[in-house]
């Protein structure tokens, strides 16, 4: 309906198939787990120390891999919407602050030049959460992603980017687009937001009321399955249509399509996309994470993401514990993403 159909998703050639197979032997769930348990802790540095700690361990990960890492810092004075955290865990906006914060960034040496293809997820969590699925899940599958791709015939540039004050207003990918904008843009970015959850009863999957008016097949779709809350999403606009169709079809070959739904953001739609920024309640839901900065700067970009709040009851609490997470989903996301950038380095 008015482009908000699920892009057509053709199986796998044999060529692709046998990537697939390759690149998904060599990604270990058991390593991922690994590195969601080394960090699972409160990591925000608005309201506890320590902050350097996990800095230092996603850089030495990414050098471990063989990867050109370095921590780079930003500023912003007087920030707007810093989020600070009430007792009862609800934010509340306020004003006049500065902010600090460093990203994490990778790039794999001797690469063609040209813009990036550039896989983000932030590092930060809310107050008090270990942030084990939100999102640990997403910087652990960044881990690994180096790791695999490191040894693999890479063609196209790659930059991996672990992102701080995701929870303060996507500062830290806003530091990194404003930057990449100045370099000359990107080719793709793909990012990460809670990806390791996965739902065990009917009913887990929570969907806004009226979405099935727009998005009538995937609705339909979530629905056949009991709203069980295991289907990946990626969430995708008319620039990076190809990038999420892509996905969807790696995704669907490592698990089966009823398990990946593809819904591009309402406000791209042609023709109702504004209509439905001032009328729609739900619309913003698709625009909560480090993809946003992207979008804004009209670079391609895709969310990968379990949905969150809308299926993990555990996010944005204490109980976001490694025990919670379907560590093979995660696998699948990073054999997928690998299989991407291969596909889009010719191969």
Known sequence: MLGAAEP?????????ADMARQVGDAVQAERIRADVMAISSPRNRLYHSGAEQFESLIQARF????????RDPFHYENAAQ????????????????????????ARLDGTAPGPPVVIGAHY???????????????????LELARVLKPMPVRVPVILAAFDHEEAGMFGSRAFVDKMISAGG???????????YSGDRPGTQWIPPGIG??????????????????????????????????LGEHLSHL?????????????????????????????SDFARSDHVPFWRASLPAVQITDTANMRNPHYHKPSDTPDKLDYGRIADVVTATAVLILRMSGL
């Open 186 to 196: 990107v080719r793709l970015a793909v990012i990460y937001e809670c990806i390791g």
């Open 255 to 283: 698990t089966d399509r009823d398990r990946v739904v593809l819904l591009r953001n309402p406000v791209d739609l042609p023709a109702i996309g504004r209509l439905i920024r001032r009328g729609i309640p739900w619309a």
């Open 8 to 16: 057509r998703l053709r199986p796998l050639g044999t060529p692709l």
């Open 82 to 105: 810093v989020l600070e955290y009430a007792s009862d865990g609800q934010a509340a906006l306020t004003d006049g602050k500065d902010l600090y914060g460093v990203n994490v960034i």
């Open 63 to 70: 050098s471990e891999a063989g990867w050109i890492a370095e």
């Open 124 to 142: 930060d969590t809310v107050p008090n959460s270990p942030g084990a699925d939100d999102n640990g899940s997403g910087v652990a599958a960044l």
């Open 213 to 246: 008016t727009l998005y009538r097949g995937q609705v339909r779709k979530m629905r056949r399955r009991g709203l069980l809350g295991d289907e990946t999403i990626v969430i995708y606009e008319g620039s990076s249509a190809f990038a999420a169709r892509h």
